[in-house]
């Protein structure tokens, strides 16, 4: 690309000749080759500036900084900019030029990958070719890529937009993580409207208090929508009001659906085992609908959903009909089997206090037996968060079986010491495999089984080497063993 179908952000004119050639754009010099530009960015771990010598031997054409950046003397141009994060998204928005013509993003502690998967759905049951970003990985007609990051890193996210465009998807949904929005990966992608499910303890390894982590999910609303577009927001979280005034503030149209919503008011709801009979109310009308999903927090997803097609033009009454053909994201309270006495296994990706919280209550309604869960704490993160965890687990489930999930390079025993303090009845068995061939051994009719933390994760990080590892092949042969 030319430098003058990217200048405007970093100032490249000043530095180049019109005729340069820019070929990419990357933060970690181990990516750049010749020709590209080297943005140096001040991380968690590194100091991107203490790389820029590596980035111009390896062909950098400038470094792109944050003003005083650079104290060692380098061999090209150093282009001070004031934020570099926010220059580099900026920068590979236009670098990459096409993105989906409607694009929604949705925060919250829970529900993103949710909400995200089923507005694909949504707009995929009317006819578009729609995408999905986040969690999973990549969701789009003939492209299912798994991902590491929630929100990936603003080179590959717009690498990813530009190709989806190209492929002739027009709707698109992201998941925009704490760390996206504190990191700017987001800006520079144009959204049509946004969404907030909740706000739980997460990521308090990250951001040093509950407000500053609210803080960095309003980015979404006050810096990155454009004014007058729709903020949907969840009306029942204790988050709530503190949301709708900052998106108020921000000059958003304010759009809340939940029990205590205006825009989609939720009426009434019947649980079922595997679905739930819904009255939604939306304009004066009312819709009753077959949600075909567990887990009454899956109807406040749907509900958010829903919200974000209509205000991105898809009809009330089709929107609203959509939910009925909804398919979970993939192990988000997944049923796996049952036993031959029909006690149901779900695998379940709560790996947070509230998500925890909500998955064994969800299934307490249609378990006339007893709630069983699998679970542990991944290590190298949130090390407060284990004896909440613990302590949920001991309330809300009859039988507890605490075990590893991902402990990287944390002593796997001391983790599950940390959830045992606050689960003391709970049983322990490191050994994941071992862990579920237990529960699933134990279960009697009328039992429920949730293995949580893990979800549609193929791994188990022990060290800091993943081993294959997936729930549901687990519980599948536990199930089919303990059935012979
Ligand atoms: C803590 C965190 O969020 N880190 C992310 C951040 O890295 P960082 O900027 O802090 O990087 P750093 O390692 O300190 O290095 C600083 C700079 O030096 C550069 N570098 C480094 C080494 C080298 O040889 N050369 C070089 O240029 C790096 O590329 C970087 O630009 O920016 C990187 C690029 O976007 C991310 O890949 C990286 O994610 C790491 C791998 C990560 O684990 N992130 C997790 C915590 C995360 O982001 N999770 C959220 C939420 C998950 C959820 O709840 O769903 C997500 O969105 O996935
Ligand atoms: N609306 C919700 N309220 C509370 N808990 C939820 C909600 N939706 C999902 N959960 C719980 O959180 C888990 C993760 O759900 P999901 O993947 O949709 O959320 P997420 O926000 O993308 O999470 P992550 O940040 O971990 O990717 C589910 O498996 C379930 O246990
Ligand atoms: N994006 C989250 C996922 C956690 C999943 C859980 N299985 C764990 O390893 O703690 C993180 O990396 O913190
Ligand atoms: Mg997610």
């Known amino acids: 690309m030319k430098r003058d ?23 970690d010099s181990r990516d750049i080759k010749p020709g590209m530009l080297f943005f140096a960015l001040a991380g968690a771990k590194a100091d991107g500036a203490s790389f820029a010598q590596d980035a111009v031997l390896r062909g950098a054409l400038a470094v792109v900084a944050a003003k005083g950046g650079i104290n060692d003397t380098v061999s090209v141009p150093v282009i001070e900019v004031d934020d570099p994060r926010r220059a580099l998204a900026l920068t590979a928005a236009k670098f990459y030029q096409v993105q989906p013509k409607t694009m929604v993003a949705v925060t919250g502690t829970s529900g993103k990958t949710s909400v995200a998967a089923f507005i694909r759905q949504i707009w995929e049951q009317g006819g578009f070719a729609a995408a999905s970003i986040g969690t999973t990985g990549v969701v789009a007609p003939g492209r299912n890529d798994y991902g590491s990051l929630t ?3 603003p080179v590959a996210l717009h690498k990813i937009l530009a190709e989806l465009a190209q492929a002739g998807v027009t709707h698109a949904s992201l998941e925009a993580s704490s760390h996206g929005l504190d990191q700017h990966r987001l800006d520079g992608v144009q959204l049509a409207a946004a ?5 739980g303890r997460d990521h308090m ?15 979404l609303f006050r810096d990155l929508l454009p004014k007058g577009a729709p903020a949907i927001i969840f009306a029942d979280d204790p988050w709530t009001q503190a949301t709708m005034d900052a998106a108020k503030e921000a000059g958003l149209e304010v759009l809340s659906v ?28 009312i819709y009753e609908i077959d949600l075909p999903l567990a887990g009454d927090f899956q109807i406040s997803n749907a509900l958010v959903a829903a919200g974000l097609a209509i205000a991105t033009k898809t009809p009330a009454a089709k929107a609203i009909a959509a939910l009925e053909k909804l398919k979970g994201a993939p192990g988000r309270l997944d049923l796996v089997g049952t036993t031959t006495d029909g006690a149901p296994v779900y695998v379940d990706y709560a790996h947070k206090p509230d998500a925890l919280e ?4 969800a299934v307490r309604p249609f378990t006339t037996g007893r709630v069983m869960v699998v679970f542990g704490c991944g290590g190298d993160r949130d090390r407060g968060k284990r004896p909440i965890m613990g302590e949920i687990a001991a309330r809300l489930a009859d039988v507890v079986i605490v075990s590893d999930d991902n402990p990287r390079t944390e002593v796997p025993a001391e983790i599950r010491s940390a959830i045992l303090k606050a689960a003391p009845d709970a049983i322990e068995i490191g050994d994941r495999r071992k862990a579920i061939y237990e529960a699933v051994r134990m279960l009697r009719a009328g039992d429920t089984l949730i293995v949580a933390g893990k979800g549609h994760e193929e791994g188990q990080t022990i060290g800091v080497k993943t081993f294959p590892f997936s729930d549901h092949e687990e519980v599948r042969n536990a199930l089919k063993e303990v059935a012979q």
């Open 5 to 27: 179908d990217l200048t405007g952000i970093v100032p490249l004119d000043e530095v180049f000749s019109s005729d340069t050639e820019i070929v990419g754009l990357s933060s």
């Open 151 to 153: 929100t990936p890193d």
């Open 195 to 199: 969404a907030f499910t909740n706000l």
């Open 205 to 219: 390894d990250y951001h040093p208090t509950m407000e500053s982590y609210h803080a960095a999910k309003l980015r």
């Open 258 to 285: 939940g029990r205590k919503g205006s825009f989609l008011k939720l009426n009434r709801v019947e649980h079922e085992r595997g679905k739930q009979r819904a009255e939604i109310m939306h304009g004066g009308d």
């Open 358 to 361: 909500n998955v064994l209550a």
